[in-house]
């Protein structure tokens, strides 16, 4: 007999399309192991905010609705509330629609990414390790090695028939004393992430609280987390809105590009 999964209704924004946030996990090789798209669904599978239980969630798009399946962790309030942040289902569809036509170099985007509002990672804490996992590593190495650190060390949560390995919970990687193909320091980084995230430092609701300067200060208090990894944290963890990672040249670089400004830097934006 199949069980039935709970199901979770979640906002559906205006002008938002499932299949474009789906469409950027599928190549989004950081997000391996964490999302999956497949056919018209998207599945998530990740630590809780706070309690790090593990959850996986299958997202289906109904006309004008958002409807989700979810396994392992039972608080779906909590579950829909990372998800909506995750997918920036809380956002205003008509003033982001607004800013396309009163910003040229948005209304492009838009117009080439229909649909298409945010895909930040799951929380802080996902951000976090993986800004200590992928520093000196090639993006699809760093990529597998999570994947292999969550099938040897994370909880399994089955999800419509298939398995999904989350990676370890703080608690659980404090407990890990050496993994193949990974540094002593590197491992060293990951226990402070841990410990950070078990005494509330790496909270997605606190950190967004905060002012920008302040939080990227105390994230670069962690033991390996420097400017890069305090805003990957911040702007694509804990996904906070209409912020800029300045600290990635890249993206100083093309936004610098898109708006036609020469000589880009952190001030300009």
């Given at each position: 007999m199949t069980s039935i999964m709970p199901t979770l209704d979640l906002p559906k924004p205006k002008g938002f399309q499932l299949q474009a946030a789906a469409a950027f996990y599928e190549s989004f090789t950081p997000g391996s192991g964490m999302a999956a798209a497949d056919n018209d669904r998207l599945t998530f599978a990740f630590r809780l905010d706070r309690t790090f239980e593990a959850a996986a969630v299958a997202i289906e798009e109904h006309d004008d609705a958002l409807v989700a399946e979810y396994a392992g962790a039972a608080d779906g309030e909590a579950i829909a509330k990372q998800i909506t942040r995750m997918l920036g289902l809380d956002a205003d569809g008509e003033c982001w629609l607004d800013v396309g036509w009163r910003d040229p170099v948005v209304g492009k985007l838009q117009a080439e990414f229909p649909g298409f509002f945010t895909a930040a990672k799951a929380s802080p804490y996902d951000a976090a390790t993986w800004s200590i996992l992928a520093p000196r590593m090639r993006i699809p190495a760093a990529a597998k090695l999570k994947i292999t650190i969550a099938e040897a060390h994370g909880d399994p949560v089955t999800l419509r028939g298939r398995t999904h390995?989350?990676?370890?919970?703080?608690?659980?990687?404090?407990?890990?004393?050496?993994?193949?193909?990974l540094s002593e320091e590197k491992l060293a980084r990951l226990r402070g992430v841990a410990r950070a995230a078990q005494e509330g430092r790496l909270d997605a609701d606190r950190l967004r609280a905060m002012t920008v300067e302040t939080a990227l200060a105390?994230?670069?208090?962690?033991?390996?987390?420097?400017?890069?990894?305090?805003?990957?944290?911040?702007?694509?963890?804990?996904?906070?809105?209409?912020?800029?990672?300045?600290?990635?040249?890249?993206?100083?670089?093309?936004?610098a590009s898109a708006y036609g400004i020469a000589a880009p830097s952190a001030p300009a934006f």
């Open positions: 390995h989350v990676f370890p919970s703080p608690s659980g990687l404090e407990r890990i004393d050496t993994l193949p193909g105390e994230l670069m208090t962690i033991r390996g987390i420097g400017p890069w990894g305090a805003s990957h944290i911040l702007f694509r963890g804990a996904a906070i809105e209409d912020g800029l990672p300045t600290a990635e040249p890249r993206v100083l670089h093309g936004a």
